[in-house]
């Protein structure tokens, strides 16, 4: 079975290796059905995210079995969910994450992201440059938490969690 070792012991997560180049992510879906639209400027996020996600990640499932693995992320009755599954899209396991720990930090992101854009248009660099520094903690802060809240059951990197955590703010946007 996938995610057991030959003894049957359940493997831990700090046991699994995220150098090989089965560790990783090689496709990525969005179920964006719950989105009206989004500003150009969220979307070039989500663009940047994704790409970049595909381009470098290091991620692997404790349940899922050996990857490269398709990703399809999506938002359900207030749960992120990671359906994982294999080149061939057959499923390999399911991932749901309580986004209740994350409202505060996803709140407080869109608020500084709003700031940040608008201070874009009309303050100096180093007053842009404070309210990014505050935006890419509140970012690191985001990625941080998913990573402990799925490391019983998906490992990856910090990079890929700052990513995921990107889409997980574009999944949360409802227009």
Do not use: W
Not at 32 to 50: H, K, Y
Not at 100 to 122: H, L, N
Request: glycine share 4%; charged share 30%; with cysteine.
């Amino acid at each position: 079975m996938p995610g057991k070792d030959p003894d049957d012991a359940p493997i831990r997560a700090d046991a699994l290796d995220l150098t090989g180049e089965d560790a990783r992510i090689v496709h990525i879906t969005l179920d964006e059905r719950t989105v009206i639209r989004r500003s150009p400027e969220v979307e070039q996020e989500r663009a940047i995210a994704v790409y970049d996600l595909l381009e470098e990640n290091r991620f692997r499932p404790l349940q899922a079995g050996a990857g490269p693995y398709h990703l399809h992320l999506r938002i359900e009755e207030n749960r992120l969910v990671l359906d994982i599954r294999d080149a061939a899209e057959e499923p390999r396991a399911v991932v749901a994450l309580a986004l209740t720990p994350f409202r505060r930090v996803v709140r407080d992101y869109f608020q500084i992201c709003e700031s940040y854009y608008e201070a874009i248009k009309r303050l100096s660099p180093s007053q842009i440059e404070a309210i990014d520094m505050g935006r890419r903690g509140l970012h690191n802060e985001g990625s941080t938490l998913l990573q402990e809240r799925l490391a019983e059951r998906v490992v990856m990197d910090f990079k890929t969690a700052r990513r995921l955590f990107t889409l997980l703010c574009v999944l949360h946007i409802r227009g």
